[in-house]
């Protein structure tokens, strides 16, 4: 038995892991770092486990941030300067942007404090510490499944960590609830703006370069953190001063080469690294590619409505940004994982997996956990497609169904807020909320989307009502498109939620009879007439079939540990702060063809005036370049744009420092190459490359193109 496991492992390593590459797999919890020391000194760092990560004195740890719940971000000075990608700070930047402020098109910089510009709601937040809390939350436990023991011990230790501090404090499960983790967190409240370059810039390449090699994006923007006096967080107030961190990142102003060690501090989002075969194939040949076409309808629409206008170019750039990039990771995704033979390989693993677990006879039942993983996902992957399908066309679909959602509130509540005398206020609310919605609509872009995706959503899911039922349409079917678009002029010609006008005239006189017309709005009852079998049925029986498989997935991966102790074990991704390390390093991702491991302002130049509007710049760039002003910033005659690392990266990532021998700042990790995102399910370390844009090219464009040299003097730049 073990001859034959040790076969097919053998296999899977010579097909999966280079002996030539440094790329290390995995995503490790910074408060063991000091179990991959000395590896990591192996491969050329120069910082002890303690410099990366310490509770008891201040380590590179305390200069990384999470960026508004989502990215990352880094501390540069010692007054709250802080970097994270431009993307990271899109919709702060657009939020700020109009027609006559257009900082999307021509940048921003802040020259003095008081000119930097504050972003309600946006947060960044640092780790304090990180605490294996394993034995306490399972205690009393029957199970590794007892929820509701757990989540009473969460709540207990949660409650008692933060006690005589102004933390917070989150137990994640890690390893599908074979871990757990305490997170203590900082949280700071008011962080501003202080500057972006243009998004001929922050942007260059858009959608065309986007989770591309070779790449030419300046992708960062630029903010502070301010706290109290105290130098605590504090709520946004003038009085507020820049806050002073415990440490900050000094800059790797030294030449680069490939090979040089590099590191990724930050905050990864999702991996899923355990999924079995079933439900891999269930991803690349069913899920994604009907997610792709949902978002190919409505980026069509989209795109075309930005070509056309200024207006609804400012009003949908993020918009459209978000829901093309995913759609293109998946994309990718898909050709990698077919490409690489995911789905075989998944199967070798669970045959090897399988054959290990009847090596002993306490193994045994991990042979049935992967059977039944994989039986269930053939039963009920149908529910989860629903649930995928409902997730685009409500959240990313008509965006007129968000007001429609705004409203459920006061329609629940009316009889209470009337009662309380409430009333008033909560429309003023609702209306200062659709000032902001409308800001970013376009009536005609959303009845398009309506109708494209309407027609592919029922059409998916399978779904008939009283007039449709009776007719065996498909998407071609003309009678039923136009049965939609006769939907969608009425909805979008008389429906309250898809003007200003009426909906605010609406809300002006708001009484117990409007109810009643809402009954009679057919951009209501459609949306709830599919909203609510949702939300009421799919999401329900969802969230039951995660519930399975979690349990079984505990199972699995507990075999993992237990059969291959000398494994490498890292758990996925789930936006707690982790750490990747591995080189400065190009790719030879297909036969062929080779990927050099940095580009440069030249290529930047050359990628210009194609045609393509994504390579657009504004005169000052070719003016700089045709000058050759590099200021200090360049290496021999190049400035350095962007250059890849093996780092083992993922969503989330975006915007974490890449680090060098000494810990200092080499660049912004922002993207990952079209070969390499199906990382997430599946790590190739001969492909797989994160995309970095270089700390010199970020500063040249503060001091040299946008004459914000101010901020650059605020950092520590490192010569040795
Ligand atoms: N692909 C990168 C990430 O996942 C960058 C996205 C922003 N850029 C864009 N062109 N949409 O976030
Ligand atoms: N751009 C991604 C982000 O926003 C990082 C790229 C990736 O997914 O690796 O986090």
Redesign the pocket.
């Given at each position: 038995m073990k001859s034959l496991f040790l076969r097919a492992a053998l296999l899977l390593v010579f097909v999966v892991k280079s002996l030539f590459s440094f790329a290390e797999e995995g995503m490790l919890i910074p408060s063991l770092i000091a179990a991959f020391e000395s590896d990591m000194k192996a491969k050329g760092m120069k910082l002890s486990a303690a410099d990366i990560y310490s509770v008891n004195s201040t380590s590179i740890k305390d200069a990384i941030l999470q960026f508004g719940g989502g990215c990352t971000a880094e501390l540069v000075s010692n007054q709250g300067l802080l970097l994270t990608?431009h993307?990271?700070g899109?919709s702060q930047i657009q939020s700020h942007s109009s027609l006559e402020h257009d900082y999307l098109k021509n940048g921003f910089w802040a020259k003095t404090k008081a000119d930097e510009l504050t972003n309600p709601g946006l947060t960044a937040m640092r780790i304090v510490r990180i605490d294996d809390v394993t034995k306490d939350v399972l205690m009393g436990a029957n199970s590794k499944s007892d929820q509701a023991v757990i989540a009473a011990n969460i709540k207990k230790l949660c409650a008692a960590a933060v006690v005589g501090t102004h933390y917070e404090a989150e137990i994640k499960a890690f390893n599908y609830g074979n871990d757990y983790y305490l997170m203590l967190k900082e949280v700071f409240l008011d962080v501003r703006f202080v500057g972006t370059p243009p998004n001929s810039i922050g942007?260059f390449?858009?959608?065309t370069?986007?989770?591309v090699w070779p790449r030419h994006?300046g992708?960062f923007s630029v903010f502070r953190i301010y706290a109290g006096k105290d130098n605590k967080p504090a709520a946004y107030s003038p009085d507020n001063v820049p806050y002073t961190p415990l440490h900050y990142l000094p800059i790797s102003f030294q030449n680069r080469q490939e090979g040089d060690f590099t590191m990724v501090y930050g905050f990864p989002g999702q991996t899923e690294q355990h999924v079995v075969s079933s439900y891999l194939k269930f991803i690349i040949e069913k899920e994604r590619p009907a997610r792709i076409h949902m978002r190919d309808l409505s980026l069509a629409v989209i795109d075309e409505g930005m070509k056309k206008s200024d207006l609804t170019r400012i009003q949908y750039s993020a918009k459209q940004?978000?829901i093309?990039?995913?759609w293109?990771?998946w994309i990718g995704q898909i050709e990698g994982l077919k490409n690489l033979q995911a789905i075989q390989l998944k199967q070798a693993e669970e045959k090897a997996y399988k054959e290990m677990a009847l090596s002993q006879p306490e193994w045994k039942k991990y042979v049935e956990v992967v059977n039944q993983l994989n039986a269930l996902v053939e039963k009920d992957q149908s529910i989860e497609f629903k649930y995928a399908l409902g997730a685009e066309y409500f959240s990313y679909g008509p965006e007129y169904f968000k007001m429609v959602r705004a409203m459920e509130d006061l329609v629940t509540n009316y009889a209470k807020y009337v009662e309380k005398g409430e009333l008033a206020k909560v429309l003023e609310k609702m209306k200062a909320n659709a000032e902001g919605f409308f800001k970013n609509y376009n009536s005609e872009v959303d009845q398009a989307i309506f109708i494209d995706q309407t027609k592919a959503y029922l059409d998916y899911t399978e779904q008939w009502n009283e007039i449709t039922k009776d007719v065996k349409y498909s998407v071609a079917n003309e009678w039923f498109l136009n049965y939609v678009k006769g939907m969608a002029t009425e909805i979008y010609t008389n429906s309250i939620f898809t003007n200003q006008e009426r909906y605010l005239a609406f809300l002006s006189s708001f009484t117990e009879k409007s109810m009643k017309k809402l009954n009679k709005d057919l951009g209501y009852t459609h949306f709830y007439q599919y909203f609510q079998p949702f939300r009421n049925e799919t999401v329900p029986a969802y969230r039951s079939f995660q519930t399975s498989i979690t349990n079984l997935m505990q199972a699995y991966v507990e075999g993992k540990y237990v059969m291959f102790p000398d494994a490498k074990h890292w758990p996925d991704a789930n936006s707690t702060l982790r750490i990747t390390y591995g080189q400065l390093e190009g790719s030879a991702p297909t036969d062929g063809m080779r990927y050099t491991e940095h580009t440069t302002l030249d290529g930047l130049i050359a990628k210009y005036n194609t045609g393509n509007p994504d390579f657009d710049l504004l005169p000052r760039m070719l003016e700089l370049h045709a000058a050759k002003n590099y200021g200090p910033y360049a290496q021999g005659d190049e400035l350095w744009v962007c250059f890849t690392g093996s780092n083992h990266t993922t969503?989330g990532n975006?915007g974490s420092p890449v680090l060098d021998k000494n810990g200092y700042l080499m660049g912004l990790n922002?993207?990952?190459s079209w070969e390499s995102t199906m990382s997430d399910y599946l790590f190739d370390p001969n492909r797989c490359r994160n995309i970095v844009v270089d700390i010199r090219y970020v500063l040249w464009v503060m001091d040299i193109y946008s004459d914000a040299k101010h901020l650059v003097d605020e950092m520590t730049l490192m010569k040795e």
């Amino acid at each position: 038995m073990k001859s034959l496991f040790l076969r097919a492992a053998l296999l899977l390593v010579f097909v999966v892991k280079s002996l030539f590459s440094f790329a290390e797999e995995g995503m490790l919890i910074p408060s063991l770092i000091a179990a991959f020391e000395s590896d990591m000194k192996a491969k050329g760092m120069k910082l002890s486990a303690a410099d990366i990560y310490s509770v008891n004195s201040t380590s590179i740890k305390d200069a990384i941030l999470q960026f508004g719940g989502g990215c990352t971000a880094e501390l540069v000075s010692n007054q709250g300067l802080l970097l994270t990608n431009h993307h990271c700070g899109y919709s702060q930047i657009q939020s700020h942007s109009s027609l006559e402020h257009d900082y999307l098109k021509n940048g921003f910089w802040a020259k003095t404090k008081a000119d930097e510009l504050t972003n309600p709601g946006l947060t960044a937040m640092r780790i304090v510490r990180i605490d294996d809390v394993t034995k306490d939350v399972l205690m009393g436990a029957n199970s590794k499944s007892d929820q509701a023991v757990i989540a009473a011990n969460i709540k207990k230790l949660c409650a008692a960590a933060v006690v005589g501090t102004h933390y917070e404090a989150e137990i994640k499960a890690f390893n599908y609830g074979n871990d757990y983790y305490l997170m203590l967190k900082e949280v700071f409240l008011d962080v501003r703006f202080v500057g972006t370059p243009p998004n001929s810039i922050g942007k260059f390449g858009g959608d065309t370069d986007n989770w591309v090699w070779p790449r030419h994006t300046g992708d960062f923007s630029v903010f502070r953190i301010y706290a109290g006096k105290d130098n605590k967080p504090a709520a946004y107030s003038p009085d507020n001063v820049p806050y002073t961190p415990l440490h900050y990142l000094p800059i790797s102003f030294q030449n680069r080469q490939e090979g040089d060690f590099t590191m990724v501090y930050g905050f990864p989002g999702q991996t899923e690294q355990h999924v079995v075969s079933s439900y891999l194939k269930f991803i690349i040949e069913k899920e994604r590619p009907a997610r792709i076409h949902m978002r190919d309808l409505s980026l069509a629409v989209i795109d075309e409505g930005m070509k056309k206008s200024d207006l609804t170019r400012i009003q949908y750039s993020a918009k459209q940004a978000s829901i093309a990039n995913a759609w293109k990771k998946w994309i990718g995704q898909i050709e990698g994982l077919k490409n690489l033979q995911a789905i075989q390989l998944k199967q070798a693993e669970e045959k090897a997996y399988k054959e290990m677990a009847l090596s002993q006879p306490e193994w045994k039942k991990y042979v049935e956990v992967v059977n039944q993983l994989n039986a269930l996902v053939e039963k009920d992957q149908s529910i989860e497609f629903k649930y995928a399908l409902g997730a685009e066309y409500f959240s990313y679909g008509p965006e007129y169904f968000k007001m429609v959602r705004a409203m459920e509130d006061l329609v629940t509540n009316y009889a209470k807020y009337v009662e309380k005398g409430e009333l008033a206020k909560v429309l003023e609310k609702m209306k200062a909320n659709a000032e902001g919605f409308f800001k970013n609509y376009n009536s005609e872009v959303d009845q398009a989307i309506f109708i494209d995706q309407t027609k592919a959503y029922l059409d998916y899911t399978e779904q008939w009502n009283e007039i449709t039922k009776d007719v065996k349409y498909s998407v071609a079917n003309e009678w039923f498109l136009n049965y939609v678009k006769g939907m969608a002029t009425e909805i979008y010609t008389n429906s309250i939620f898809t003007n200003q006008e009426r909906y605010l005239a609406f809300l002006s006189s708001f009484t117990e009879k409007s109810m009643k017309k809402l009954n009679k709005d057919l951009g209501y009852t459609h949306f709830y007439q599919y909203f609510q079998p949702f939300r009421n049925e799919t999401v329900p029986a969802y969230r039951s079939f995660q519930t399975s498989i979690t349990n079984l997935m505990q199972a699995y991966v507990e075999g993992k540990y237990v059969m291959f102790p000398d494994a490498k074990h890292w758990p996925d991704a789930n936006s707690t702060l982790r750490i990747t390390y591995g080189q400065l390093e190009g790719s030879a991702p297909t036969d062929g063809m080779r990927y050099t491991e940095h580009t440069t302002l030249d290529g930047l130049i050359a990628k210009y005036n194609t045609g393509n509007p994504d390579f657009d710049l504004l005169p000052r760039m070719l003016e700089l370049h045709a000058a050759k002003n590099y200021g200090p910033y360049a290496q021999g005659d190049e400035l350095w744009v962007c250059f890849t690392g093996s780092n083992h990266t993922t969503g989330g990532n975006s915007g974490s420092p890449v680090l060098d021998k000494n810990g200092y700042l080499m660049g912004l990790n922002f993207d990952r190459s079209w070969e390499s995102t199906m990382s997430d399910y599946l790590f190739d370390p001969n492909r797989c490359r994160n995309i970095v844009v270089d700390i010199r090219y970020v500063l040249w464009v503060m001091d040299i193109y946008s004459d914000a040299k101010h901020l650059v003097d605020e950092m520590t730049l490192m010569k040795e």
